[in-house]
Structure formats: C-alpha cells, structure tokens
C-alpha cells in the first residue's frame, strides 16, 4: 500500500510540475544553450507521464532549436528518461497488485506470456506506430516481466524515428514552412496507413 501511494505521489508531483511550468519550460528551449540542453530533456521527460503540451510541438521547438541532430539526441534521451522513470514507478509500485489480479484472468495470462516471449517486437511495433498510448505501453511493461534491458532497447529503437522526423521538421519551419508542414502530413499518414493494415492483421490473422 505504502509503494502504491508512493508511487502515486510521484507521477501526481511530475505532473504538476509540468502544468505549473510549461510556459517557463518552452521559453528556457526556445533560448539554446547549455542549461535549455538539460531543461528540454527534462521537459520531455515529463512529457512522457502526461502531454501538458502536444510531443509533436516540444519536438518542433528543439529541432528548430538544436538543429536536427542534436535536437534527436536531445529529446530521444529526454523520452527515455521518462519512459524509464514510469517503467520503474509502474514495477515498483504495482508489480504486486497486477500478478495477483492476473490470476484471476485466463485471457490477461495468455497475453502475459505473448508479452514477455515476444517483448521486444511488441514494444518496438507499439512505439513505431503509436496506436496504443505512450504512458499505457511503459505501464504495461513495467507490470510484465519483461526486462528492462530489453524494454529500454526496443523502446529506444522504437522512439528514434518519430523523433528524427519531428525535429526535422522542426528544424525546417522556419526556412521552409511548407516543407515543414508536408513532412508532419505525410508521416502521419503513414502511420495511420500503419496502424490501419496493423488492426486488420489482427482482426484477420489467418489472411
């Protein structure tokens, strides 16, 4: 109960601290610079527990910021930071309560067991096409019993190319708006083509 609560606490304070400070958070990235480095990996990381403001936007800013590159670097690592902070919260505060709730569920044990023999391929196609929340996918893993080594990897993969594209796009908006623009269209398209042929795999397995 006490690690649950704990748990609870923390992701409450993040938050918080995310709502409270956005303004300030965009305005230190927008600046550059050494201390906007550490802040807008911090903003991301933030980010990852609940979108106090639009990723896509956040990633523009940096990109247009840091330049491409650096600016990937940046948020990919602010994204990861995150993400393994909730992984860990998620195992550390409710690791307990979900194995014992799992007992009582064939079908959620069934999934279980898909997860931790196919961990890496299923973090990595949820964060490549990102049909299934960001917070519930760290959660998820967290409560399974797929390693964290394994989760950071496929996650880090995962996460590399939405990041490259929305930083250059970024990096582009003021130069080339348009250009900018045609890339965030087209991406998610793609994505949405993604997901749509996704879930029909899933609907139709046998075709």
Not at 55 to 61: C, K, L, S, T, Y
């Amino acid at each position: 109960m006490v690690k649950k609560f704990v748990t609870i606490l923390i992701c409450i304070g993040i938050v918080y601290l995310g709502f409270a400070h956005k303004a300030w958070f965009l305005d230190v990235i927008k600046a550059g610079g050494s201390f906007s480095i550490f802040m807008s990996m911090l903003f991301v990381s933030i980010l990852v527990f609940f979108p106090v403001v639009p990723f896509v936007v956040v990633a523009g800013i940096i990109g247009a910021t840091f330049g491409t590159w650096e600016g990937t670097a940046i948020s990919v690592s602010g994204a990861m930071i995150g993400t393994l902070i909730m992984f860990w919260l998620a195992r550390f505060g409710f690791s307990s309560w979900a194995l014992a709730t799992i007992e009582h569920y064939p079908k959620a044990k069934e999934y279980e067991a898909y997860f931790e023999r196919y961990g890496f391929l299923s973090v990595f196609v949820a964060r490549l096409i990102p049909i299934i929340p960001t917070p519930v996918v760290n959660i998820l893993s967290g409560l399974s019993k797929i390693s964290w080594i394994t989760f950071f990897f496929a996650s880090l993969l995962g996460k590399l190319p939405v990041n490259l594209v929305y930083n250059f796009a970024g990096s582009q908006l003021q130069s080339n708006k348009w250009l900018s623009i045609l890339i965030y269209v087209i991406y998610a398209l793609i994505i949405g083509v993604a997901a749509a042929v996704y879930k029909w795999k899933k609907m139709n397995p046998q075709s």
